[in-house]
């Protein structure tokens, strides 16, 4: 089945969407786009918390991400269920995204910086490896992926690609109106954030988003890697 979408953004975990593009996706939603969440691994490894199983921590996390996707007005979340910290790139893992590509036909993909040096969680070095090969040249050609067809997917190309977390950032979008919204889907992840003081948490989320807005015409930003595709 093909939905046509404006926007897919594929994630390595609940939450990272929220962190890296959640105010330039309430925007979006807000302007009429259509955007959809894809999310590779179900988080089962994200707690310091030794009482709670990898299974509930998986189920608390996947309905986290629902009631933020939610919030900002995000169409469809897709869960992958791969489990957390076990990302590889294989022809396995890039044919299914190559599959929602396909499906949702988007003009613009956003995901993590694949590239961004040392400190980076490897579940999004890969994600962002997987997805950027996934749109080219993967989801383009008929020959990738034959088998494909026969479900009635189609080649696609994507036009634009945005990487979140980039080390050389070359768009800012600006956030300041959707701030606050931000705020309250990245407050959903509680078993993430539930532990950090609220107003020193936004007071540090403002100050991260100021500085990504220096030099710009509006006070907050959210900063990409910007990659337009010459097709």
């Known amino acids: 089945m093909i939905i046509q979408s404006d926007v ?15 105010g330039t996706v309430a925007r979006w939603t807000r302007e009429g786009k259509k955007v959809v969440y894809v999310i590779c691994t179900n988080g089962d490894k ?16 996947k309905q986290e991400q629902m009631n933020a996707a939610g919030l900002i007005g995000v169409n469809e979340v897709v869960f992958l269920g791969y489990p957390d910290q076990e990302l590889e ?12 590509i396909r499906i949702f036909r988007p003009r613009l993909v ?21 997805v950027l090969d996934a749109v080219f040249p993967y989801a383009r050609d ?13 080649p696609h190309k ?13 768009y800012r979008s600006d956030i300041t109106d959707t701030f606050e919204i931000k705020m309250a889907a990245l407050r959903c992840h509680k078993s993430q954030i539930g532990h950090m003081d609220d107003l020193q948490f936004e007071d540090r989320m403002k100050q991260r988003y100021r500085e990504m807005a220096q030099g ?10 910007r990659v337009q595709i010459p097709w």
């Open 8 to 22: 897919l953004v594929v994630s390595a975990h609940p939450d990272d969407a929220e962190f890296g593009a959640a």
């Open 89 to 100: 790139d294989t022809p396995a893992f890039r044919k299914e995204i190559v599959r929602h």
């Open 46 to 61: 994200g707690t310091s918390d030794r009482s709670i199983s990898p299974e509930q921590l998986s189920e608390i996390r």
């Open 142 to 154: 008929h020959l990738a992926y034959p088998d494909l067809l026969d479900e009635g997917l189609e």
């Open 216 to 225: 710009q015409e509006f006070e907050l930003a959210e900063a990409f890697h």
């Open 158 to 170: 994507v036009q634009e690609m945005l990487f979140w977390g980039s080390d050389e950032p070359n």
């Open 110 to 130: 956003v995901t993590s910086d694949p590239y961004r040096r040392y400190i980076w969680h490897r579940d999004h070095r890969i994600v962002g490896q997987v």
